[in-house]
Each structure stands twice: as structure tokens, then as C-alpha cells.
């Protein structure tokens, strides 16, 4: 399976992400996640790109189309990957596109996750993150406690904001995303790859729609 998840901040890429990597046996690639790690262990990367993502701006092509041919390149990606927050803009579409291309294995399919500004506002501001497993939760929708806190992993969840979830940054990142990734809804379409699928409701069900359409589009297996 070789595919990306593509849809604005908060329209819930990471959270379905991490339901199909069970199911398809291929991995999450977050670029968001690589670089939070990298600014956490202060590596330069992590140094280059802490301003550019507590602003709620992009991180330049190519340090992220250097990021990515690294993370493809890695041995748990060989059958596949679910790309999570990357491509952002055309370039680097366009340098996916070039890099899978090397490799003679193209993208099967793009899915777009549509949930209406208002939702994605919400979504964003209530977002915690357990500090010790990671896993994400919601204080509107997903509280610690349903289901139980972290999946049984950590006893009591100590829970985090991210710096770019404040109030302040979300409104940015909704507008970067109108700018510079939303025209990649065009560009994947014109190259016949894009399923789009409604994000809004219920967790499970939403799995269940993403999968339909990644069946429907071939993917999915
Ligand atoms: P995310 O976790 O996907 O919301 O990403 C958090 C932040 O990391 C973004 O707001 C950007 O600053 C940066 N970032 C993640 N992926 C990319 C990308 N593909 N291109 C540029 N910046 C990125």
C-alpha cells in the first residue's frame, strides 16, 4: 500500500493513520511526527525547524523532500507507507512524484479528508497527547477516560498541547493550508489518484468509509 492521507490540520490523518497500519501492515509516515522529534532531541533539523512550526508555517521543500527520501528509503517501508501530513505543497508533489518514479512505484491513491472549518477549529483547540505513549485524545471527543486512559498503556495519561494547537497558530495553519496544500486537491485529481471521503462523525465509521475508498481505488492491500 502506497498512499497519502491529505486533508487540513485537525481533519484527522494521524488518528486514521494509525487504525490502518494494523490492518495493512505498513507504516505511518508523519512528517510532522519527524520533525517533533526531531526538535525534541535538538538535533539540527530540529533546530532549523522549531520557529517555522510554532508559527504555524511550512517547513522548506527541501528539507522535507530530504526527510522523506530518507524515511522511504528505510527498510520497514519496503511494502508501503501511509504518508500523513506529506506532500504540502506542489513541489513537493512533484518531488514525490520524481523520487517514487526512481523506484517504479507510483502512488496507488490520494484520499482527502473533508471536515467542514468550524469541526477542524474544535478539533484542533481540544487535541492532547500523551506524553509517555502518544497517543492523541480530544477533551470535546475523545476524552482519556473513553476508552480507557491510552489503550490500557499508561496508567494515568499525562496529557500535552502542541505549541501549534494554541488558538493563536491554528488560525495560520488553516490559512497555509488553503494557500499552498489545498491545490494538491486539483493536482492529484487532473492524475486521476484522488478518493475523497467525509472525515465528520464517528471515529469507527469513518475507518470504515476509508477503507471502502481505498478498496474502490485499489489500495487496499
Ligand atoms: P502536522 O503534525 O502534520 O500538523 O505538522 C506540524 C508542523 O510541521 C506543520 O505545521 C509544519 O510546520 C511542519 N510540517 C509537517 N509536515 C510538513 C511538510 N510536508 N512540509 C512542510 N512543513 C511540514
Redesign the pocket.
Known sequence: MRIVLLGA?GSGKGTQAQRLIDKYGVPQV???DL?RAAVAAGTPLGLHAKA??DA????DDET?LGIIRERLAAPDAKNGYILD????TIP?ADGLNALLAEIGQPLQAVVLMEVDGEQLFRRLTGRRTCKACGRVFNVYTAPPSVPAPCGGRCETPDLFQRP?DSEATIGK?LDVYAAQTRPLVDYYDARGLLAKVDAEGDIDVVTGRLEAALAAAGAGR
Open positions: 490540520p508523519s512528517t510532522g520533525l517555522t512550526m504555524g508555517r511550512l517547513v522535507m501530513g506529506f506532500p504540502r513537493q501549534d495553519r
